[in-house]
T-cell receptor
Framework: GAGVSQSPRYKVAKRGQDVALRCDPISGHVSLFWYQQALGQGPEFLTYFQNEAQLDKSGLPSDRFFAERPEGSVSTLKIQRTQQEDSAVYLC??????????????FGSGTRLTVV | AQSVAQPEDQVNVAEGNPLTVKCTYS??????LFWYVQYPNRGLQFLLKYITGDNLVKGSYGFEAEFNKSQTSFHLKKPSALVSDSALYFCAVSGGLGGYQKVTFGIGTKLQVIP
């Protein structure tokens, strides 16, 4: 596709439920990033893939968060046993080259997760 | 740790007037600096970046930003604001110990251009 596609656009989960958020990056983009944006805040780094390799997961807030990109294209962010503090917009971004600094990131529209 | 400060929650400017959105940063080593814009219900869009070279960088939609190393600033500017520029603007930095792939964003500044 022409841009980064994220699904679902909105997700309401009951506390304790597991959720899976999907990101389809731009075809051919090497790098893929997940960010969490709480209400009124800037995006905060969660994790980073270069092709299928997860090179940095230092931003994942707890071991309930898990991300994968098994074939180097589509990525899934999974949150187990969701808590209210997980409510946020989850943004996915991709970049043509390794770091994203030369071409910038292309962001998806995000998935708004509400935990009730 | 690297960080970005955007001291203004909101900037109001009349259409046709010049606009400035402020940003200061903190990072060890040489910074890579970025501006992104976010329109309602849409993803962030890349505007411009500074990596090296000329301190004045030009980006999309007529925006530019000036890198000032001594003041650790990277303010976003535009000579003549349009109503369609109204959006949320994020300054971001990478580099130093965090590596260049981990980009740290500010909390954003809402720009309101008044007709």
């Amino acid at each position: 596709g022409a841009g980064v596609s994220q699904s679902p656009r909105y997700k309401v989960a009951k506390r304790g439920q597991d959720v899976a958020l999907r990101c389809d990056p731009i075809s051919g983009h090497v790098s893929l990033f997940w960010y969490q944006q709480a209400l009124g805040q800037g995006p905060e780094f969660l994790t980073y893939f270069q092709n299928e390799a997860q090179l940095d997961k230092s931003g994942l807030p707890s071991d309930r968060f898990f991300a994968e990109r098994p074939e180097g294209s589509v990525s899934t962010l999974k949150i187990q046993r969701t808590q209210q503090e997980d409510s946020a917009v989850y943004l996915c971004a991709s970049s043509l080259e390794g770091t994203g600094v030369h071409y910038g990131y292309t962001f998806g529209s995000g998935t708004r997760l509400t935990v009730v | 740790a690297q960080s970005v400060a955007q001291p203004e929650d909101q900037v109001n400017v009349a259409e046709g007037n010049p606009l400035t959105v402020k940003c200061t940063y903190s990072v060890s080593g040489n910074p890579y600096l970025f501006w992104y814009v976010q329109y309602p219900n849409r993803g962030l869009q890349f505007l411009l970046k500074y990596i090296t070279g000329d301190n004045l960088v030009k980006g999309s939609y007529g925006f530019e930003a000036e890198f000032n190393k001594s003041q650790t600033s990277f303010h976003l500017k535009k000579p003549s604001a349009l109503v369609s520029d109204s959006a949320l603007y994020f300054c971001a930095v990478s580099g130093g110990l965090g590596g260049y792939q981990k980009v740290t964003f500010g909390i954003g500044t809402k720009l309101q251009v008044i007709p």
